[in-house]
């Protein structure tokens, strides 16, 4: 009976334990992802096979096969993970000493006939220094009075392998596999039982202390980090891309280089890195999208050609490929394009919705599987080694929102994305249970009733529905941030620093949402911008996040135990909402009437550039900016114009909800609207008596 149990738990010992010397796979991937093991290390896998060797010695002097296959496995599998560590560091001094120690103890312990007292005693106290590993953050854990440091699949794969090893060690006799063991078992209960003193609490490690980097006089559209967190670039609507680094003992950001964009429409609507973090893409209201070198002082740029069918065409939606060869792009013309970086040509072109799309993204790092979002409220899934420019057929479509979608950002799986909808809700998918036709004409109907418009009305109350489409898919929705204006964006949060268990998002209100990916509870709400928060970005090795704003604000919010506050008083001035709400092409603060201003109702524009006002504007000579609250149906009839006696134009009439616009006239135009004006006023008076 105790032989057939002695073989039962020598089975589930050596098994499970491999499995846990399997742990440091998934850190290899993320190195290999990462292209560097700089923020990762060594001494678990130095420290593993040191140990398994020592055991390896131990297991040949006591004739255990136990011991002896669980350590060959452990050591080879240690100095595989130590030989992939070596080829992506690019600090090799440290760890060449570290390998020279573990090579040292090593051959000194081999020509030395060892007992098993003293040998066993050595690999007691490298399994106890094993086992221990995770306390060293203990004293973090009692200070913040949270457990989201500990990893507590870790722990509790310790605590089951010790037990297992200690109860073989007992049948066997062993006081040196006893007694580490027991250690061992002793050290992950007290692990487990910090998990219910100090619960994990996500809200701790949020960034929560806002420091401003830069302020700037025009609306600041996007912020983005290089891959290696080093750089911090803006892109804003006075056509300036700035980069940034860190300086000094507060880790503050520097300006370091600014570029001037060339041929930008109205602003930059998307800024892009590229994977090796030499080249910055931008998008706007062009057919071509532009490229130039951010890693020297000639910024060469170059303009990659897309051949559009339509006149007018923006680009709203940019990624690069996982390689960086590839450009993927969504237009205002309802087709997906995809440009060889390599080739210097474009390389596909399909017609893919039904209205603008507004956002793409790839699904994998073979960039073979790519996501797409337009206005009309669906999500396709297309797999380009079945893709025909011809009949282009999605492989599936995610059905479930209400309105159309403004940003996707995929996990990096090749299964999860989720998507941001101007129906106020994000929304996370699986691609593996697409939606059903029913449930595509769903959305399309629920698209097509939509009365408002998210670029200058105020959310109607019906839109605000929480009840769920027939046929909806997805997995989660997240409701608590406000999608107006513009193109706001959401994302995973990075893999290194918070295993994407949270999503976060701009919002309307000038906040920066962050939601709990697996229960969708709000759990960090950053307020201080005076405006719309359009782009966020989280670094992604620390626990740092940049906002851009319209009110002209780059900010950096980092992790402070001491911050009471959400924002830095020195710098978030006055945190009510701004008036400054739709996207115009020259920012300026409306403050009140003004003499020199017309007052003219109808005109707005955002991303998407549709308005008609906007578009006659344009044709127009000399510079105009737009400031738009919640117009309605009445600022038409109740706005009037007068002419000044200095030939410039004054208000007359009208009520908040209208537009205000700065034009430089020429004389004819100036006539011309004078005219008008004295029309209206002469009905006005007209229609008063």
């Known amino acids: 009976m105790a032989l057939s149990i002695l073989g039962l738990l020598s089975i589930t010992a ?6 846990l010397f399997f742990c440091g796979i998934p850190i290899c991937l993320e190195i290999r992802r990462r292209k560097t093991s700089e923020g990762t290390n060594p001494a678990p896998f130095l420290m593993g096979a040191l140990g398994g060797i020592f055991w390896l010695r131990y297991g040949f002097l006591k004739s255990d096969c136990s011991i002896l296959t669980v350590n060959v496995v452990g050591v080879t599998s240690q100095i595989l993970y130590l030989i992939y560590f070596y080829l992506y560091t690019q600090i090799k001094t440290l760890i060449n000493r570290q390998l020279v120690a573990v090579v040292v103890s090593t051959t000194a312990m081999l020509p030395f006939e060892m007992v098993a007292p003293h040998l066993g005693f050595m690999c007691m106290v490298l399994n106890i220094a094993n086992f221990g590993a995770p306390l060293t953050g203990l004293r973090r854990v009692i200070t913040e009075k949270s457990c989201q440091s500990l990893p507590l699949p870790l722990c509790v794969a310790n605590f089951l392998v010790s037990a297992q090893w200690f109860f073989y060690g007992f049948l ?46 025009t609306k600041t559209f996007c912020c983005h980090y290089t891959n290696n967190g080093d750089t911090l670039l803006t892109a804003s609507q006075d056509h300036m891309i700035r980069l940034y680094s860190t300086s000094g003992k507060r880790q503050r950001y520097v ?11 109205w602003s930059i609507l998307d800024l892009v890195v590229s994977p090796d973090g030499r080249h910055a893409i931008y998008a706007t209201w062009s057919e071509y999208i532009h490229q130039c070198k951010i890693d020297g002082e000639d910024p060469d740029w170059q303009a990659f ?13 940019i990624r690069f490929s996982a390689d960086g060869s590839e450009i993927l792009a969504g237009a205002s013309d309802r087709r997906l394009y995809i440009y060889d970086r390599q080739a210097n040509r474009q390389s596909l072109s ?33 797999d380009r080694r079945t893709l025909s420019e011809e009949r282009p057929q999605p492989v599936g479509v995610l059905a479930g929102h209400m309105d159309g979608i403004t940003f996707i950002d995929s996990k990096g799986d090749g299964r999860h994305l989720i998507t941001n909808s101007k129906d106020q809700s994000i929304k996370l998918w699986d691609v593996r249970k697409f939606s059903s036709n029913e449930a595509q004409e769903e959305t399309r109907t629920a698209v097509s009733r939509q009365s408002w418009d998210y670029r200058w009305h105020s959310v109607p109350r019906y839109a605000r529905r929480t009840s769920r489409l027939e046929g909806d898919t997805s997995l989660m929705t997240y409701r608590g941030h406000t999608v107006l204006h513009t193109l706001i964006r959401a994302h995973f949060s990075p893999a290194h620093v918070t295993g994407q ?10 906040h920066c949402i962050v939601y709990d990916m697996l229960t969708g509870k709000i759990v960090k709400k950053l307020e201080g911008h005076r405006s719309v928060v ?33 924002f830095d008083v020195e710098t978030a001035g006055d945190a009510t909402m701004s008036d400054e709400d739709s996207c115009d092409e020259e920012y300026n603060r409306v403050r009140g009437r003004k003499r020199g201003t017309a007052a003219v109702a109808g005109v707005s524009d955002d991303d998407n550039g549709t308005s008609q006002g906007a578009n006659r504007s344009r044709s127009r000579r000399g510079r105009w900016s737009a400031s738009q609250t919640n117009m309605t149906s009445s600022s038409a009839t109740s706005t009037g114009i007068i002419p000044s006696t200095d030939g410039t134009l004054d208000e007359a009439a009208g009520n908040d909800d209208r537009t205000v616009l700065n034009i430089e006239l020429d004389d004819s135009e100036l006539e011309d609207v004078e005219a008008a004006a004295a029309e209206i006023l002469k009905r006005s008076l007209s229609r008063d008596e």
Request: aromatic residues 12%; proline residues 7%.
């Open 14 to 19: 050596v098994t499970s334990t491999m499995g």
């Open 172 to 217: 066997v006799g062993d006081p040196f596999i006893i007694a580490p063991n027991a250690v061992g078992m002793a050290l992950a209960l007290i692990q487990l039982s910090l998990f219910i003193i100090f619960p994990k609490r996500p809200l701790q490690f949020i960034p929560n202390k806002r420091r401003l980097v830069e302020r700037n006089r």
């Open 255 to 265: 300006p370091v280089k600014q570029i001037t964009a060339p041929n930008v429409g």
């Open 305 to 317: 050609n897309l051949f559009p069918p339509d006149y007018r065409f923006a680009v709203f939606s």
């Open 350 to 382: 399909i017609d893919a919705h039904e209205d603008d799309v507004n956002a793409v993204c790839f699904g994998d790092e073979a960039s073979n599987i790519i996501y797409s979002g337009a206005d009309d409220g669906l999500c396709k899934v297309w």
């Open 501 to 510: 268990r949270y999503i976060y998002s701009g919002c309307a209100r000038g």
């Open 534 to 566: 359009r782009d966020v970005s989280w670094h992604p090795y620390e626990m740092e996040m940049t906002t851009s704003s319209w009110d002209g604000e780059t900010a950096v919010w980092r992790w402070d135990q001491r911050a009471k506050r959400n």
